[in-house]
């Protein structure tokens, strides 16, 4: 029996290359305007159009500030970036969501919940976190320029089919344990390479009990394993997220899909390359200590001694050493947001914490909604008023600090606690120094300005 990685692949085979790579139908194209600009102008000098602009969506999210979206953005890099998607978008006649549209926000954010990245998809973006998108049964994830330009002109892609992983997760989640969590274990027990090579598929108790919100958090951090994609199974928490979004089917079109989606499953006989179990009640929340995401231990716990080159230089670039616990260090930005936390569920977990309590006046807190829908929705369930009783603002949709290429910059030397993807050096500005964590513990450390187990706060 074929796993449901199989299924999808597939059936998106337009033809084998003997010898070579399979060319693979590619049912949506995302474009955001860092990894675009490259291919437009090679289709303009080859003098070609896009085979089917109406798969195809494009949105700033990189370079947008989030303040002040209104007024020309004053980075001139930035800006020209920003206008340079717009106008090809309008050249290729393809469907563009530009800053201040209610449609805006962050792709990867933007695409579930709008209903275009659907159970059965294949889904690419030039974005390594395009993974996002298999949270809802779909083999979703990043390419190069070239291979946008690739798709832009002929809708397929020429692929290596990865190897299979299926990690089972089974149990029940410990309190104050978030999906960020369980990816943060993942990456610390697979390491940043472990799943190189690999499609995974998860699954297990933990994983079918997790909301939409949840999974796209998991599928998000897949390729920090070093995976070439995650996703799940569509179930009824995927068909309950998708029915009335935009760009779902509809009616009679709504039922047919639903009986297709409820087929994307793997066999129980199905056979995986790699299986990987682990058990819910071996994880803690969790911290990031070194400059990968795989750098990780329990909240709890101290940072370990390995005696590697690379580890000791890490643990340099951060300030930290071997055996410290890092419970009580005191914590200068914190930052919720970027594809892997900036969703709805975030802001509530956030706003659970910091209700009844004030911002630490340490602690400079940007709080950044994945779209312009989240952020409506903020204010219709009135997290707004008590994120602002507690002290906190609420910044314009964007990337932002996840990575620096706006103006949310971490300023060198300065120690970030952050619900983005990656703790790099440099990542959040030259010389910023990153704790990747979920967004409960971000907000403890926001109302008390050290690193701060979040369970504290949880009745």
Known sequence: MNTLFDKIWDKHVVQQVEDGPTQLYIDRLYCHEVTSPQAFEGMRTRGLKCFRPEKIYCMPDHNTPTHDQDKPIADPVSKKQVDMLAKNAADFGLTHYGMMSKDN???HVVGPEKGLSLP????????????????????????????????????????????????????????????????????????????TGYFVEYAGDVVR??????????????????????????DETTFEYLKGREFAPKGEAWEEAVAYWKTLKSGEDAVFDKELIFNAEDIEPRITYGTNPGMGIGISESIP??????????????????????????????????????????????ASIVKGHQKSPKVIAWLVPGSWAVDRQIREEGLDKILAEAGFEIRQPGCSAC??????????????????????????????????????????VAITGVITDPREFIC
């Open 105 to 107: 926000g962050i792709i």
């Open 120 to 195: 059965g998809m294949t889904i690419v973006c030039g974005d390594s976190h395009t993974s996002t998108h298999g949270a809802m049964g779909a083999v979703a994830f990043g390419i190069g320029t070239s291979e946008v330009e690739m798709v832009m002109a002929s809708q397929c892609i020429l692929q290596q089919k990865p190897k299979s992983m299926r990690i089972t997760i089974n149990g029940t989640l410990r309190k104050g344990v978030t999906a960020k969590d369980v990816a943060l274990y993942l990456m610390a027990q697979l390491t940043t390479s472990g799943a």
């Open 209 to 234: 009990n997790l909301s939409m919100e949840g999974r796209l958090t998991l599928c998000n951090l897949s390729i920090e394993m070093g995976a070439r994609g995650g996703f799940v199974a569509p």
């Open 305 to 350: 001694s390995v005696g590697d080159a690379n580890f000791d230089k890490a643990l340099r670039y951060m300030g930290f050493e071997a055996g410290q616990k890092l419970l009580g260090t005191q914590v200068d930005y914190v930052f919720l947001g970027a594809c892997t936390n900036g969703r709805i569920e975030d802001f509530r977990a956030f």
């Open 403 to 444: 990575l620096a290429m706006n103006d949310d910059k971490i300023p060198a030397g300065k120690l970030s606690v952050s619900t983005s993807n990656r703790n790099f050096e440099g990542r959040q500005g030259p010389g910023a120094r990153t704790v990747l964590a979920s967004p409960l513990v971000a907000a403890a």
